[in-house]
């Protein structure tokens, strides 16, 4: 599965990208920010994207996820969110954001491996 992290913290994004390698996923791809983001889904397209609602560079998460769901050549990617915030407040504004779910951080090692492969509950609107 090719999988694109996206997560301003690069302790974070590191970490969570080493832990979809060491669950046999070999092409694993991070970014810091919404614009390299783009720029490398526009190079590779993922199979799946997670990313940080808190980004920092001026496109948080879910202004992210609504311009990927308005380019028609990222339509089949899959997105999940990844914030902090658990309250329901989050997870409705991931799901309306275009993600398919929201992981609350700590991210542990089972909830991403089973989110990746089976997704998270709550689909989008």
Same mark, same amino acid.
């Given at each position: 599965m090719r999988i694109l992290v996206v997560d301003d913290n690069?302790?974070?994004?590191?970490?969570?990208?080493?832990?979809?390698? %060491?669950?046999?996923?070999?092409?694993?791809?991070?970014? &810091?920010?919404?614009?390299?983001?783009?720029?490398?889904?526009?190079?590779?397209?993922?199979?799946?994207?997670?990313c940080d609602l808190q980004l920092a560079d001026g496109m948080d998460g #879910?202004? &992210?996820?609504?311009?990927?769901r308005r380019d028609p050549?990222?339509?089949? %990617?899959?997105?999940?969110? %990844?914030?902090?915030?658990?309250?329901?407040?989050?997870?409705?504004a991931a799901l309306a954001a275009g993600f398919e779910g929201l992981l609350v951080k700590p991210v542990g090692y089972a909830?991403? #491996?089973d989110a990746v492969r089976h997704g998270v509950s709550g689909q989008r609107p």
């Amino acid at each position: 599965m090719r999988i694109l992290v996206v997560d301003d913290n690069p302790d974070v994004a590191n970490s969570l990208a080493e832990l979809l390698r %060491i669950d046999g996923n070999d092409e694993v791809r991070v970014e &810091f920010n919404a614009a390299a983001a783009i720029a490398s889904m526009r190079e590779s397209l993922p199979d799946l994207v997670l990313c940080d609602l808190q980004l920092a560079d001026g496109m948080d998460g #879910t202004a &992210f996820a609504r311009y990927c769901r308005r380019d028609p050549q990222f339509s089949g %990617i899959r997105m999940l969110a %990844i914030s902090g915030h658990s309250g329901e407040d989050d997870r409705q504004a991931a799901l309306a954001a275009g993600f398919e779910g929201l992981l609350v951080k700590p991210v542990g090692y089972a909830m991403l #491996t089973d989110a990746v492969r089976h997704g998270v509950s709550g689909q989008r609107p």
